[in-house]
């Protein structure tokens, strides 16, 4: 066993000298060749500093030593546990392995309870420290190319944890024995059923339909086109204000995670505070839409639907809300908007947004110069991006939580996951057009021209984000993979108009869908408006709740004159034509 961990970790070693080699910069006639030597040997890589070189050599030498004698130790244990029949099985060594804080793989009482399987465990633990250690260790290129690094580390090490495989989880051996096997069938059936689908069930999708019990708020399509439907919600108050509420939600996504069951709708609070909402429901991209680019999105998409809400309400002006890629969007567009004279939004309100994509997360990772050569190759013309690729990327960034934590439940010991509505919605994939896809990744990810006032041509004009300079609610999420706080916040040095910022705690989408009446989770607001993130947070207040209140009292100073809502949605030019979801909203992708 002792020799089996060690074979893990070098194993390892071996591997990562690969991805080192192709993340590097560096000419590959050296680079590569002398990575593998040095990953496998613990050895180091650069000759061109000999003391620089001495120091590596040295701290890697010190990592495998510990390493040896962490797992010598750890052997030790399991001797002096198995010959001592009185010792507590829950009370190992302070200096052995701990799982991180959140992580439920080990957490069943079979893990403590079977000597080997608490052996399987923390050999893992140990090696996946190491793992880390040694990534931090071996040379990188710059800073993305050891960020790349890491994420496969994280890969290769979630995927090797005993308890993803049939033979090292003592659960998957308790499930079969109480089950007399059924649970190995079931769990057979499942991963047929699953490779049918295409992908792995992280919610019971029986229990969910759109326009059943997801996204049912009342109110109607009143305007479509190739890109998108607009939905105009029927109002909840006897008193509406006179701007309507435009929301422009990601595109990546379908809407509807701002509209899943009434107590946990975004849509359903806007309206119940008095606003007239109205929601853009993209159209999923089929193969007769593939032709499709940014430009098309802002002028078709976003541009299209404040104007025909202004219309529809008789006002000049609305107020705007993007979400993530949606909020780069309504950015864009209201650019564009300017550098024609035209000022259609009272105020601007961004979930979740980058503008400035010099920290893009590790979707960054996925994206450099060959990558996005390819895609211009492929789809750059045509085509789509499909969404079962785009669902598998999202996933691999939280692998434990959206990977591997149902491999075991599902297919090793046989369960069925509970209904979610967020993770059936997120299950619910879109595709991307090409020329959209390949746009945006290059001229954002890649090249960040969005922030450089003039770098970027959209629907013929010039982009200048100082230009947007109405008041605008910044909203960010703390631990958020996609959107960094820190980036949503650089936002605020962007943008020309008086900012608000808010941090709410959790991740990317919980963050956002933090409805009031649960009460859970807390948010930091803060006085500070300069440009430094972290002294912003330095002097911010935590809250306790939801910040969807903060939100709209914010909102309610841009809504207008309040007038009698208005039960008939549409007008007489803008004619309601289905009742909301609509159409576009069910489609599946290819």
């Not at 009482?109 to 260790?137: C, K, T």
Request: charged share 20%; net charge neutral.
């Amino acid at each position: 066993m002792f020799q089996a961990g060690q074979s893990w970790a070098q194993g390892f070693a071996q591997w990562l000298a690969a991805v080192q080699a192709q993340a590097q910069s560096q000419p590959q006639s050296q680079s590569q060749s002398t990575t593998a030597q040095a990953a496998a040997s613990a050895s180091p890589t650069s000759k061109s500093d000999p003391a620089q070189a001495a120091a590596q050599h040295g701290a890697l030498q010190q990592l495998q030593q510990a390493f040896m004698a962490r797992h010598m130790a750890l052997w030790q244990a399991q001797i002096n546990r198995s010959s001592d029949k009185n010792a507590a099985s829950s009370t190992p060594d302070a200096a052995l392995p701990r799982p991180q804080p959140g992580d439920r793989r080990f957490s069943a009482a079979e893990w403590a309870n079977s000597p080997i399987h608490d052996y399987f465990r923390q050999s893992y633990l140990l090696n996946a420290e190491y793992v880390g250690r040694l990534v931090e260790l071996l040379p990188a290129a710059d800073t993305k190319a050891r960020e790349r690094m890491r994420f496969m580390a994280r890969q290769y090490v979630d995927a090797l944890a005993p308890s993803n495989f049939a033979a090292t989880n003592p659960e998957f051996i308790e499930t079969a024995l109480a089950s007399q096997g059924e649970s190995i069938n079931a769990g057979i059936r499942n991963l047929l059923a699953d490779i049918e689908k295409g992908h792995i069930s992280l919610s019971d999708e029986t229990a969910f339909e759109v326009g059943r019990n997801l996204a049912i708020t009342p109110g109607a399509v009143v305007f479509e086109n190739e890109v998108m439907q607009l939905i105009q919600y029927a109002p909840l108050s006897d008193v509406v204000g006179t701007r309507p509420l435009v929301i422009v939600p990601p595109c990546i996504n379908k809407y509807y995670i701002l509209d899943l069951q009434p107590e946990n709708s975004l849509v359903r609070h806007a309206i119940e505070q008095g606003n007239t909402v109205f929601m853009v429901s993209w159209r999923n991209p089929q193969a007769a839409q593939g032709h499709l680019g940014w430009d098309d999105y802002v002028e078709q998409g976003v541009l299209r639907a404040l104007a025909v809400a202004a219309a529809i309400c008789g006002v000049e002006q609305v107020n705007a809300l993007g979400f993530c890629v949606g909020g780069t969007l309504l950015s864009t567009a209201l650019a564009v908007a300017r550098a024609r004279g035209e000022t259609p939004v009272t105020s601007l309100t961004l979930l979740t947004t980058l503008l400035d994509f010099a920290d893009p997360g590790e979707l960054g990772l996925f994206i450099d110069q060959a990558s996005v050569a390819a895609r211009e190759a492929s789809i750059g013309k045509g085509g789509l991006m499909k969404g079962s690729e785009l669902a598998a990327v999202f996933s691999s960034l939280r692998a434990n939580d959206l990977i591997w934590q149902y491999v075991v439940s599902n297919y090793l010991k046989g369960g069925k996951p509970p209904a979610f509505d967020l993770l059936y919605w997120n299950a619910d994939s879109t595709n991307l057009p090409g020329p959209f896809a390949v746009w945006y990744l290059r001229n954002m990810y890649l090249e960040n021209r969005l922030r450089s006032p003039g770098r970027l041509t959209v629907c013929g004009e010039k982009v200048d984000l100082r230009k947007v300079d109405m008041p605008v609610f910044l909203y960010a999420s703390r631990e958020d993979h996609i959107v960094p706080w820190q980036a949503g916040y650089r936002s605020r040095a962007l943008l020309g108009g008086r900012s608000t910022f808010v941090m709410g705690a959790s991740g990317h989408i919980a963050g956002v869908i933090n409805p009031p009446a649960k009460n859970r989770r807390s948010y930091w607001v803060g006085e500070y408006a300069g440009k430094d993130a972290e002294r912003w947070l330095a002097g911010a207040t935590e809250q306790r709740g939801s910040w969807w209140p903060t939100w709209t009292a914010w909102l309610q100073a841009f809504a207008g004159k309040p007038r009698k809502a208005r039960v008939r949605l549409g007008s007489v030019t803008y004619k309601a034509l289905e009742p909301a979801p609509g159409r576009y909203v069910r489609e599946k992708a290819s």
